[in-house]
């Protein structure tokens, strides 16, 4: 018996996506957040990917959590049935302290 997943599939929208990078670039309040709303586009417009926002866990929050329906045909079927993605507003890499503390709230 097979299990029918939800489709939550976005078309891509180049318009769309350049709108955000350029607010975010802007330097303007709330870059953190139009970050993780183009990550939330980019993310649903990939088959078989479904992003959920601002999760509050203990210790901490999680921007993104991605759930991975993995389609068999498709390309993201090796990923693992959910993934993390931390959106930073900041330009120097994340340091390995950081990238530890991160996965200690998970």
């Given at each position: 018996?097979?299990?029918?997943?939800?489709?939550?599939?976005?078309p891509?929208?180049?318009?769309?996506?350049?709108?955000?990078?350029?607010?975010?670039?802007?330097?303007?309040?709330?870059?953190?957040?139009?970050?993780?709303?183009?990550?939330?586009?980019?993310?649903?417009?990939?088959?078989g990917?479904?992003?959920?926002?601002?999760?509050?866990?203990?210790?901490?929050?999680?921007?993104?959590?991605?759930?991975?329906?993995?389609?068999?045909?498709?390309?993201?079927?090796?990923?693992?049935?959910y993934?993390?993605v931390?959106?930073?507003?900041?330009?120097?890499?994340?340091?390995?302290?950081?990238?530890?503390?991160?996965?200690?709230?998970?």
């Amino acid at each position: 018996m097979s299990v029918v997943r939800p489709t939550y599939l976005f078309p891509f929208n180049s318009h769309y996506v350049a709108y955000l990078i350029n607010l975010i670039r802007s330097g303007q309040d709330q870059r953190g957040v139009l970050l993780e709303n183009l990550m939330s586009y980019l993310i649903r417009t990939v088959p078989g990917l479904e992003p959920a926002r601002r999760l509050i866990i203990k210790g901490g929050e999680i921007d993104l959590l991605v759930r991975n329906y993995r389609p068999f045909v498709e390309p993201l079927r090796w990923l693992e049935d959910y993934f993390l993605v931390e959106c930073k507003d900041q330009s120097r890499r994340v340091n390995e302290k950081e990238n530890i503390e991160m996965w200690k709230l998970w």
